[in-house]
């Protein structure tokens, strides 16, 4: 199956600091990326949908300032948490998606803001 | 009203033993896409199968096959011969507009079974 890589996947970073998350897709285009904000024993949490080129476009309560969405090409979006503080600290999962039917996911990266 | 759910918070098998886990779904669409995925503790989301709206059989991946009542709207995962490698969390989710060639639709999740196989 296809594969989308995400790095990193732990970071301890201090409070008021930015964290960059990067997710790839390494071999197939990703027309479209979302990315995920998951709690502990908890459900998949869309932030935002992202298409390459084009802005992002964030779920309802997410705060666009505070979670960068950058899709830059057809094979790589990056998700920054700017200034951040210990309640932004949650496992974050992107998922790319082809032409085709099925959402491929990366890693994940498991945030720790101390 | 809920996308995806999933009543089972938890559930346990033995080995060996079949284990069903219930999703049911709602959604006007006539086009969608059901998929059930495996996160174990490692966090990563590992997709198992899926079933189309308009399918006529029931969607078989190994051990792994979707029990889809359309008219119900459910999607029961079924897995054969529990392993214990099978203990993690099992995802429903659902994609409406879900044809092939769309960049459009988001995945819907349901809450998640914890499924726990012992020997």
């Known amino acids: 199956g296809a594969v989308v890589s995400q790095h990193p996947s732990r970071v301890i970073c201090k409070s008021g600091t930015s964290v960059k998350i990067e997710c790839r897709s390494l071999d197939f285009q990703a027309t479209t990326m979302f990315w995920y904000r998951q709690f502990p024993k908890k459900s998949l949490m869309l932030m935002a949908t992202?298409?390459?080129?084009?802005?992002?476009?964030?779920e309802q309560g997410v705060e666009k300032d505070k979670f960068l969405i950058n899709h830059a090409s057809l094979t790589l979006s990056t998700l920054t948490v700017t200034s951040a503080h210990p309640e932004d600290s949650s496992f974050y999962i992107c998922?790319?998606?082809?032409?085709?039917?099925?959402?491929?996911f990366g890693q994940g990266t498991r945030l720790t803001v101390v | 009203a809920q996308k995806i759910t999933q009543t089972q918070p938890g559930m346990f098998v033995q080995e060996k033993e079949a284990v069903t886990l219930d999703c049911t779904y709602d959604?006007?669409?006539?086009?969608?896409?059901l998929f059930w995925y495996k996160q174990p503790s490692s966090g990563e989301m590992i997709f198992l199968i899926y079933q189309g709206s308009y399918d006529q059989q029931n969607a078989t991946e190994g051990r792994y096959s979707l029990n889809f009542q359309k008219a119900r709207k459910s999607a029961n995962l079924v897995i054969s011969a529990s392993q214990l490698g099978d203990s993690a969390m099992y995802f429903c989710?659902?994609?409406?507009?879900?044809?092939?060639?769309?960049?459009?639709?988001?995945?819907?999740f349901g809450r998640g079974t914890q499924l726990t196989v012992w020997p």
């Open positions: 992202s298409n390459e080129g084009s802005k992002a476009t964030y």
């Open positions: 998922s790319a998606r082809d032409w085709g039917i099925e959402a491929f």
């Open positions: 959604t006007s669409d006539p086009s969608y896409g």
């Open positions: 989710a659902m994609r409406e507009r879900a044809w092939r060639g769309s960049t459009l639709g988001r995945l819907y």
